[in-house]
């Protein structure tokens, strides 16, 4: 499967890239900088977060996970990943509808809900750390998956 990097344009079918690389430099004769980036996201009351840690593996897609009552929000806190994903229309995704992304530390997106996605898949050892946010409860009762039946090698 073809690796794309991640852009406002490409990601669009799936929701929205909050920051795009190069990330806002920081001027070094001022205390901060700022960049708005991104407007008009739909959040969710009330939400939660959590730290999702992802260990260095073989980069083989085998299945799917996807929310159907929430937007998910995933900030690449450390190291670089691969993302799959592949649209909210459909009711059992192909390995012809998945769409892989290169996320470099620092990247904040937005899945629209009901898009399929899977655990990243990091680019280095020992792995990444992802911030997620998205409706509480959303792991208790809102979790839907397909599985491939066939290994999907990324890359």
Not at 16 to 22: A, F, I, R, S, V
Not at 83 to 89: E, K, P, R, T
Request: proline fraction near 6%; hydrophobic fraction near 35%; glycine fraction near 8%.
């Amino acid at each position: 499967m073809k690796i794309e990097p991640i852009n406002t344009e490409n990601f669009a079918p799936f929701g929205k890239l909050l920051n795009e690389y190069p990330f806002v430099e920081l001027d070094p004769t001022e205390e901060f900088s700022w960049k708005d980036m991104s407007g008009g996201l739909e959040m969710f009351s009330p939400s939660c977060t959590g730290q999702l840690n992802c260990r260095y593996r073989d980069k083989i897609l085998k299945k799917v996970e996807r929310h159907l009552q929430t937007p998910e929000l995933m900030a690449a806190l450390k190291g670089d990943s691969l993302i799959c994903v592949a649209s909210a229309s459909l009711d059992t995704p192909e390995e012809k509808d998945v769409r892989c992304f290169a996320v470099k530390e620092g990247t904040v997106l937005m899945m629209d809900k009901a898009v399929w996605h899977w655990i990243p898949y990091p680019l280095q050892e020992p792995g990444s750390e992802f911030l997620v946010l998205f409706r509480d409860g959303t792991g208790a009762d809102d979790l839907n998956f397909h599985e491939f039946g066939t290994e999907i090698t990324l890359g």
